[in-house]
């Protein structure tokens, strides 16, 4: 019973920020690579970011970089997504999901293990 629970997400206006959480259960991400993918209504499911098990290395898609971070709390077995200089276009249900692949990471590998969702609106 592996599982990924993401929480944060919302209803805000062009500009605002918020910050998405995703907290593991059932097993620590210690040694997991975490990734944040985004499902916009009729269109593709796409990697946003993602994050090595340290920490170390992280990666983010061109469209979010300079407005989106990545975090984790190892000690919190949680992993973030703080976005500010939201745009109507980040609008989507967001995912995390984790990889066994740690030393490194990729929003462009397969990843194991996905949370639920949550939904971010971005309206004015």
């Known amino acids: 019973q592996l599982q990924l629970v993401e929480s944060g997400g919302g209803l805000v206006q062009p500009g605002g920020s918020l910050r998405l959480s995703c907290a593991a259960s059932g097993f620590t991400l210690d040694y997991y690579a975490i990734g944040w993918f985004r499902q916009a209504p009729g269109k593709e499911r796409e990697g946003v970011s993602c994050i090595s098990s340290s920490g170390g290395s992280t990666k983010y898609d061109d469209s979010v970089k300079g407005r989106f971070t990545i975090s984790r709390d190892n000690a919190k077995n949680t992993v973030y997504l703080q976005m500010n200089t939201l745009e109507p276009e980040d609008t989507a249900v967001y995912y995390c999901?984790?990889?066994?692949?740690?030393?490194?990471?990729?929003?462009?590998?397969?990843?194991?293990?996905w949370g639920q969702g949550t939904q971010v609106t971005v309206s004015s």
């Open positions: 999901a984790a990889t066994k692949i740690s030393f490194y990471c990729s929003i462009y590998a397969p990843y194991d293990y």
